[in-house]
């Protein structure tokens, strides 16, 4: 049987190709979580016309009950996950203002997609994830995310707020969500996918099909590959 992966936010962007190289080059049976059925149906609809397995679930990471209806549709399906990509993820309008100057709310509603939905994520497909014989977490990142790439000046003057404290929050997570599965066969990685042009990022300079390697690289990792690191493109990252 293929092994079963669920992308958050697989509707477009770096997640719907995660998916479709995930259910292309690995055989998996992907799972493509969109928050609009109509979008995540199309999703599905351009990768199934591609001859790949893939399905769509409905699954909002911000909305608890969404989550554990999801989680409950894969157990009674397939009663496990084996890899689980929390991509979904955005910059908040407001987020562009000098950093002491950035709205309250804005903090809020982006930590409320990037950090607290990716939790409520993790910790309910948790114990699916602990069904499979060796589960991959992926937390989709950034280098934003990074206090040395900000300290160092690597970054310079790129300076978002909400949205850089969210991915270095997922960052903090993910060096938690490890440790608690150091000495299992289970994994979790934190990832930067380059600047890739979507709707996220106009200016991106890596296509899609570059952007979702480095989530595809870290859910394929076998037995000795890492566990609670940060990683683009095979290269590890500093925190
Ligand atoms: N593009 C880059 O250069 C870049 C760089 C570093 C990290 N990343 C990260 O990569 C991930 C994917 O981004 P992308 O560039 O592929 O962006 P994208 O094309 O805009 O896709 C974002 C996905 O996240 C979902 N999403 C956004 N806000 C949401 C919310 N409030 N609630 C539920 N779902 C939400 C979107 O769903 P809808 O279609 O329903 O809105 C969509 O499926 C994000 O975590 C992003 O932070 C991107």
Redesign the pocket.
């Known amino acids: 049987m293929s092994k079963i992966a669920l992308i ?8 719907l190709e995660t998916a479709r190289q995930l259910a292309r080059d690995h055989g998996f049976t992907v799972l493509v979580g ?3 059925s109509e ?1 995540g149906n199309t999703a599905v609809d351009e990768l199934k016309a591609e001859g790949l397995n893939a399905e769509f679930i409905a699954i ?3 909305d608890a009950e969404s989550v554990a209806k999801a989680a409950q549709e894969v157990e009674a399906k397939y009663g496990h996950l084996d890899v689980l990509i929390n ?5 908040v309008d407001g987020d562009f203002a000098p950093p002491a100057q950035v709205e309250t709310s804005v903090l809020r509603d982006t930590y ?3 950090v607290f ?1 990716l939790h409520e994520v993790t910790r309910t497909f948790w114990p699916l994830l602990e069904k499979s014989e060796a589960a991959r977490l992926v937390n ?5 995310g990074s206090l040395t790439a900000h300290s160092d000046g690597t970054l310079g003057d790129y300076k978002v707020l909400a ?1 850089d404290s969210s ?1 270095a929050a997922v960052n903090m997570l993910t060096t938690h969500y490890a440790w608690q599965w150091k000495n299992t066969p289970h994994k979790a990685n934190t990832i ?10 106009k200016q ?1 300079d ?1 296509t ?1 099909e570059e ?1 979702a390697k480095t989530s595809v690289d870290l859910a394929i990792i076998d037995a000795d590959g890492p566990n609670g690191e940060f990683f683009h493109l095979g290269q590890k990252l500093p925190w």
């Open positions: 958050t936010g697989a509707n477009k962007g770096i997640g969109a928050r609009d979008r909002d990471p911000t991509n979904a993820g955005t910059i409320d997609i990037n939905a989709v990142s950034s280098l934003l949205y991915k930067h996918p380059g600047s890739v042009k979507t709707d996220l990022n991106g890596l899609v952007g």
